[in-house]
């Protein structure tokens, strides 16, 4: 058996020992970053609950925890896993589901998902903001700035400034007039759902884990019956996040300054990686009678 994880940061390990990751990069240069990068990644992903979890029960690990990915990617990480034979029947795969928010929407145009990097927020308690977005269209269009496009204007200087006065502002539009948890809810439950039957399918055991926000939503949309929960830790109740917040205890979580996006919770530390790699390993052995 081998245990196979796929998720975003959280699953990476990024942020395990935010001075051992920067001490990587002190001496970057353009010749050698991608030598640092591969660094980085192997730093991390050694440091992750997946490998201190595989560590638990004697076997091997791989870690495809993506950084700022969202739930689509991990969809297709998984399925794309399986046709290139990552893993196989008998193995043991970890998804942590990262927020649905950050996936692009469905109706926005190319040049949107383009050029935004997450569809509307990178969390809920993002949403919950409505955005970082507060300028007028008169304080936007007298303001300098650099093309989402090109250095060239896409159309000419006054169009562009107008398409992007749209791009920026449109988050905080549908975040105060069009959200509705029924969404998040229907995607949420439908992925799940097509991953539990996929993995089903393949004979392949698998754990799902909420990183940071649980998936359910608890709307009038409800299909949750048709989850598993004996192989979901801490379904509908508890994330990864919120399980290191219960210890109170800051040095299980990444030190302060280091995460980007402020309205996303911190990382696990190496501290915290174990700890939620032990309580994992507790929920497996007690499926397993």
């Known amino acids: 058996m081998k245990v196979v994880a796929y998720g975003d940061s959280f699953t990476a390990g990024l942020g395990t020992d935010r001075k051992k990751e920067e001490a990587i990069f002190a001496n970057k240069t353009p010749e050698n970053i991608n030598k640092l990068r591969n660094d980085h990644q ?14 638990k029960l004697g076997v091997s690990f791989s870690n495809f925890g993506d950084i700022g990915c969202n739930n689509l990617m991990i969809i297709n990480k998984v399925i794309n896993g399986y046709i290139q034979q990552d893993y196989k029947k008998g193995d043991l795969i970890l998804v942590a589901f990262t927020s649905t928010l950050r996936n692009k929407l469905p109706f926005t145009p190319d040049i949107y998902n383009k050029i935004k990097i997450t569809g509307i927020q990178w969390s809920i308690q993002e949403l919950i903001n409505n955005s970082s977005f507060q300028e007028s269209k008169e304080e936007y269009y007298g303001r300098e700035r650099t093309n989402h496009w090109s250095k060239e204007p896409l159309i000419d200087k006054r169009s562009d400034e107008i398409l992007s006065y749209f791009i920026d502002s449109y988050p905080k539009y549908f975040t105060e007039n069009l959200y509705d948890e029924v969404y998040i809810d229907f995607y949420n439950q439908n992925m799940i759902l097509l991953l539990q039957k996929f993995l089903n ?41 919120s399980f290191l917040r219960e210890f109170n205890d800051p040095s299980y979580l990444e030190e302060d300054g280091h995460n980007i996006h402020d309205n996303t919770p911190k990382h696990p530390s190496r501290k915290g990686h174990k700890a939620f790699a032990k309580n994992l390993y507790k929920f497996y052995k007690s499926d397993k009678g």
């Open 201 to 241: 399918d393949v004979e392949v055991d698998f754990i799902f884990i909420d990183a940071f926000e649980t998936s359910i939503r608890g709307t009038n949309y409800d299909k949750t019956g048709l989850i598993d929960k004996t192989k979901y830790w801490g379904y509908g109740k508890d994330t990864i996040y």
């Open 42 to 55: 192997k730093y991390i992903i050694n440091n992750s609950f997946p490998k201190y979890f595989a560590d």
